[in-house]
């Protein structure tokens, strides 16, 4: 009943600059850690960025810098800003989310993914 839908990929230079938003919809009664994924073109799933409700963060040491995390609690939304994209950036990026919808206890959910391709 819940899903998480992202938007924002697509083809840029090196050095050029992408934002990733994902957006939280069903039956969501609060939200805890929302994060960004990779999953490489070598097939490898990395952890890019987490956020909590708080507003604490934290970042893959090869994006810290040049990748910033944030959300909008009240639109369930969260985004990603990337600048100096590089080649070794490209991948299919992915928004996870700790969501309560019907008990006290979070569960998971994934998007589909949208791709980032880094290329001149």
């Known amino acids: 009943q819940v899903q998480l839908v992202e938007s924002g990929g697509g083809l840029v230079q090196p050095g050029g600059s992408l934002r990733l938003s994902c957006a939280a919809s069903?039956?969501?009664?609060?939200?805890?850690?929302m994060a960004w994924y990779r999953q490489t073109p070598e097939n490898q799933r990395e952890l890019v960025a987490r956020?909590?409700?708080?507003?604490?963060?934290m970042y893959a040491d090869s994006v810290k810098g040049r990748f910033t995390i944030s959300r909008d609690n009240a639109k369930n939304t969260v985004y990603l800003q990337m600048i100096s994209l590089k080649p070794e950036d490209t991948a299919v990026y992915l928004c996870?989310?700790?969501?309560?919808?019907?008990?006290?206890?979070?569960?998971?959910?994934w998007g589909q993914g949208t791709q980032v391709t880094v290329s001149s």
């Open positions: 996870k989310a700790d969501i309560v919808v019907d008990s006290s206890r979070y569960h998971v959910y």
């Open positions: 956020i909590i409700s708080g507003g604490n963060t």
């Open positions: 069903g039956s969501i009664r609060s939200i805890n850690t």
